[in-house]
């Protein structure tokens, strides 16, 4: 298992639209383009509870810091609170939209620290305040927006409110009294987010004039303007707990990491290839999480180094001479500075095709440990010359991230599985055998026979498999009632058993003799 391996998974009949956890993490609540969320057990995998009400998508979730209950927003019009213990509804929060219905869709959901108010915000201008202590009952309407408003934030442990409209301000308001504090004005184009430190000292607001601003909850007053580092919309922004940084995303596929204090920006989170839609942080803000429309999330390391620029003359190159072993490179410059170099070392930034594109997640040597052979998530394999740390060929073939290998015992043959097939390559003769694709689930065992004649591979799809390395036929074939773990050849003097264990703690004993002849 490796950082970032995807360890879970919750598959819907329709699109996701929004997630949160409970303060246990023990469960996470998924809603759904169709109008459905579902209470899911981290433990288990299983779904406890299914929350069906609504008639429309839902577009945002709230979860109280009690984790009772969870409010949903929905274009129906209506928000849902319900009891994340039985799945029940407790209430249904109606009002936004009037009588007229033409406009009323609720964008978005906050529920205040001490679990007593709920409020939700609509395109029809409106922000509504919902006391959960009484069955729902409205307490305010604040209404003073120009235009849509969509989204909210309750202010640390506080009633206080901010929201933030397209209109191009946000409001601070006391939630619980339906007054007016602060007006947010600066921004020139529509806000998409507003989100709150954790300690509701500072409020950040993501706008369409490609600008993050941070803002004093105490006075309303503006404290930085974070631009410059994106080319298009800011869609999201949240501030780690700290209050020390920033993290701003946008529609140009960009990320930003600011310092707050001096509104300076420290790093560029770049790799998503459209839209990045939203930024969540951990609870101790170490990592960033960002999401994007190219079906990504990343994951950022906020607390790690700054790369360091390689050294170089600030002013013209005059001498280059190698030393006599071809080790090293010395280089002198007009600025009177003279640099020795290891070409060996900058051999990958000059030539990309020596090096994998992406996270390396194992590495195999061959009993000469002349040779290794390397699986990335770059959906390459590599074989390595490893005294010249040089590559020797490149294995293609997969459409994912490779994520297990094993090399056959007389080293003619290798097998890489990723999550769209398992291929097997000839070694010697540098080709691509037939691939086994029947799995249905990631594989957890891959494993070669002792006379490197079969291959056993074995997975979250309950089943084992035995193929002829040969021509990729399928040989054996076993089901167990869970997922299968592990599995090993087994037998003396010949590997004639397979044993396979699974996720319910059985050993199952595969009589394959005969197969294992063929």
């Known amino acids: 298992m490796n950082i970032g391996d995807c360890v879970m998974q919750l598959a819907r009949d329709a699109p996701l639209t929004a997630v949160g956890l409970t303060p246990d993490s023990a469960s996470a609540v998924v809603a759904a383009a169709d109008g459905t969320a579902a209470v ?19 577009n945002a979730l709230a979860i109280d810091k009690q984790g009772i209950r969870v409010v949903t927003a929905s274009d129906d019009h209506t928000a849902r609170v319900w009891n994340l213990a039985d799945g029940s509804c407790e209430a249904v929060l109606q009002g936004h939209g009037g009588n ?32 959960l202590d009484e069955d729902g009952e409205e307490l305010q309407v604040l209404e003073g927006h120009g235009g849509w408003v969509v989204s909210a934030a309750f202010v640390g442990t506080t009633h206080r409110l901010v929201t933030a409209s397209h209109d191009c301000t946000a409001r601070i308001w006391n939630a619980h009294k339906g007054r007016l504090l602060f007006v947010l004005s600066g921004h020139t184009g529509r806000l998409n987010r507003v989100s709150v430190d954790p300690g509701g000292s500072w409020a950040v607001t993501a706008s ?60 560029l989170l770049e790799g998503h290839t459209g839209e990045v839609r939203a930024v969540v942080l951990t609870q101790r803000g170490r990592f960033a999480v960002t999401a994007g429309e190219d079906g990504t999330a990343r994951v950022w390391d906020l607390a790690a180094e700054a790369l360091v620029a390689p050294p170089c003359h600030s002013g013209r190159v005059t001498a280059l001479s190698t030393l006599p072993d071809g080790q090293l490179v010395v ?51 590599r074989i390595w010359d490893v005294p010249t740390a040089s590559t020797r060929f490149v294995v293609e073939g997969h459409t994912d991230g490779l994520v297990a290998a094993d090399i056959s015992a007389d080293e003619a043959l290798l097998a890489t599985a990723a999550y769209d097939k398992t291929v097997v390559w000839d070694l010697v003769g540098r080709c691509c055998l037939p691939a086994l694709d029947a799995h249905k689930a990631a594989l957890s065992v891959l494993t070669w026979s002792p006379d490197s004649r079969f291959l056993l591979t074995a997975g979250a799809d309950c089943t084992a498999r035995l193929w002829r390395a040969e021509d990729g036929r399928q040989q054996a074939f076993f089901m167990a009632d869970s997922a299968i773990t592990a599995a090993c050849f087994a037998g003396a003097p010949v590997a004639d058993i397979v044993v396979a264990g699974d996720s319910a703690g059985a050993v199952h004993f595969l009589d394959w003799a005969e197969e294992l002849q063929g």
Not at 40 to 53: D, I, K, R
Not at 230 to 242: E, F, M, P, Q
Request: aromatic fraction near 4%.
């Open 40 to 58: 899911w057990s981290l433990a288990t995998g299983q779904v406890t509870h299914t929350l069906s009400g609504h008639t429309a998508k839902i």
């Open 100 to 131: 007229a219905g033409v406009q009323g869709a609720v964008l978005d959901v906050a529920v205040c620290a001490d679990g007593t108010l709920a409020a939700t915000v609509s395109d029809d201008f409106s922000c509504r305040v919902w006391d």
């Open 331 to 381: 280089s002198a410059g007009e600025d009177g500075c003279v640099f020795l170099w290891d070409p060996l070392i900058k051999r990958g930034e000059r030539d990309a095709s020596r090096t994998h594109s992406g996270g390396v997640n194992a590495v195999y040597l061959m009993r000469d440990a002349r040779t290794a052979v390397t699986i990335s998530k770059d959906q390459t394999a």
């Open 208 to 267: 369409d004039d490609g600008s993050a601003r941070v803002w004093d909850c105490e006075t309303g007053q503006l404290k930085q303007v974070l631009e410059g580092a994106h080319n298009a919309h800011v869609t999201d922004a949240a501030i780690t707990r700290d209050c020390s940084k920033v993290i701003s995303v946008a529609g140009d596929g960009s990320g930003a990491v600011w310092d707050l204090a001096s509104g300076r920006r420290e790093a």
